[in-house]
Each structure stands twice: as C-alpha cells, then as structure tokens.
C-alpha cells in the first residue's frame, strides 16, 4: 500500500515513468541490465537484497547519480545496526 501512494505520488509530482519492485534483487536486476535510472529511492528493510546492499552496487554502477535510502523502523536494535551500517558506508566516501 505505501509502496503504491508512493509510486502514485511520484509520478504525478515528476512527471516522469516510475518504477516499483517488491524487493532489491529485482530493482538490481533492472538496473543491471540497462534499465534507464535517474534516481532511486530504497526502503533499508527489503527482502533478498536489503537497501545497503542494493546502494553499494547502484553507487559503483553509476556513482554520480542519485540514491535516497530510507527507513520506517523503529526496532531499535535494527535501527542500530543500520546506523552502524551507513557510518561505515559514509567512511568510504571520504
């Protein structure tokens, strides 16, 4: 439901095509094969390729583009790890 609003939202804001996948593999895989991307706006919490993963991959694809990633979680043991996660991550950049 949120992933739809989201999609619908976007679309009629930007005026442009937007894509929505149930899960990181299946974005990755798009985005791999030559899927034309602008941006991308990924939930940490996904199943079979999480937002950190899928990131990772995106950034080295196409490291002057765009990637917003984001979380809903309030588990704070898995809000923790994804702060430990995105300080590591944010360590490579400099």
Not at 51 to 58: A, N, P, Q, T, V
Not at 62 to 85: A, C, H
Request: proline share 2%.
């Amino acid at each position: 439901m949120i992933k739809n609003l989201t999609v619908t939202a976007l679309t009629y804001c930007v005026n442009r095509e937007v894509k929505a996948f149930d899960n990181g593999r299946l974005a990755w895989e798009f985005i791999d094969s030559g899927g034309e991307v602008d941006i991308v706006i990924s939930d940490v919490d996904m199943p079979e390729m999480d937002g950190f993963e899928l990131m990772e991959k995106f950034r080295k694809k196409y490291p002057d583009k765009i990637f917003i990633l984001m979380s809903g979680v309030t588990d704070n043991e898995k809000n923790l790890n994804w702060q430990e996660r995105m300080r590591s991550w944010q360590s490579h950049l400099r």
